[in-house]
């Protein structure tokens, strides 16, 4: 019943914003290599938190 008014939880927003790293990762590996492999770092880094969770 209250569940409707709750935000997201933290694993939430961690598998949101990895799904957003990755597709920016691919966009970018397509024009710039090197910017791409930095995206895919930081979206490593952010399953590695979810990992914890």
Known sequence: ???IFKGKSE???LQK???K???EAHKLSQTNRKAGDAK???AEQV???????
Do not use: C, H, T, V
């Open 1 to 3: 019943m209250f569940g």
């Open 11 to 13: 694993k939430e927003k």
């Open 17 to 19: 914003q990895y799904e």
């Open 21 to 23: 790293l990755m597709s």
């Open 40 to 42: 895919y770092q930081e």
């Open 47 to 53: 399953m590695l938190e979810l990992e914890k969770l």
